[in-house]
């Protein structure tokens, strides 16, 4: 967001630049809430699976699949429980900018791979059950969906905003 915007949203709301901020903190704080309890069951879910007596007999393409969507869900929990660990890290340092800053990269970083894993995993599950081609597809499908609702669905309602 712009300078000048951010001052005009502060003047609409009769906001301090430290209440904005508080309020961006919370703001974010409670999309990280809605988010972390799927992606830590997700990983979770994903650390097990080896475990299981079914997992010896995928393929070496499949246990590439399998390792890369483990990767992926592991960095998105930690990019979105990392907002957390800053602000114990930077609690009663007046560092509200930064932190509301830095959380908004990890949450957004979190997100993208957040999405890559669940698309690994709906590619895992469709080659596994219906086959390479099939798993290819669902993939696609899965990352448009998600590339539409998270990115374009986003910057649409950005530039309907500004005109």
Request: glycine share 8%; hydrophobic share 50%.
């Given at each position: 967001?712009?300078?000048?915007r951010?001052?005009q949203?502060?003047?609409?709301?009769?906001?301090?630049?430290?209440?904005?901020?508080?309020?961006?903190?919370?703001?974010?704080?409670?999309?990280?809430?809605?988010?972390?309890?799927?992606?830590?069951l997700?990983?979770?879910?994903?650390?097990?699976?080896?475990?299981?007596?079914?997992?010896?007999?995928?393929?070496?393409?499949?246990?590439?699949?399998?390792?890369?969507?483990?990767?992926?869900?592991?960095?998105?929990?930690?990019?979105?429980?990392?907002?957390?660990?800053?602000?114990?890290?930077?609690?009663?340092?007046?560092?509200?900018?930064?932190?509301?800053?830095?959380?908004?990269?990890?949450?957004?970083?979190?997100?993208a791979?957040?999405?890559?894993?669940?698309?690994?995993?709906?590619?895992?599950?469709?080659?596994?059950?219906?086959?390479?081609?099939?798993?290819?597809?669902?993939?696609?499908?899965?990352?448009?969906?998600?590339?539409?609702?998270?990115?374009?669905?986003?910057?649409?309602?950005?530039?309907?905003?500004r005109?």
């Amino acid at each position: 967001m712009t300078e000048n915007r951010a001052a005009q949203i502060r003047r609409e709301r009769h906001e301090t630049p430290t209440e904005q901020l508080d309020r961006n903190w919370a703001d974010l704080l409670q999309e990280l809430r809605v988010v972390q309890t799927g992606v830590q069951l997700l990983t979770g879910l994903l650390l097990t699976a080896v475990f299981q007596s079914r997992f010896t007999g995928l393929s070496g393409y499949e246990h590439g699949i399998y390792l890369s969507t483990v990767c992926l869900s592991t960095l998105s929990t930690a990019l979105l429980i990392t907002p957390v660990a800053l602000h114990r890290g930077l609690f009663r340092q007046h560092a509200r900018g930064p932190l509301v800053s830095a959380g908004q990269v990890c949450a957004i970083a979190g997100l993208a791979l957040l999405g890559l894993a669940v698309t690994g995993v709906v590619l895992l599950i469709f080659t596994v059950t219906a086959g390479r081609p099939a798993g290819v597809i669902a993939a696609t499908i899965t990352f448009v969906v998600f590339a539409s609702l998270w990115t374009v669905l986003p910057m649409l309602l950005r530039r309907q905003q500004r005109e």
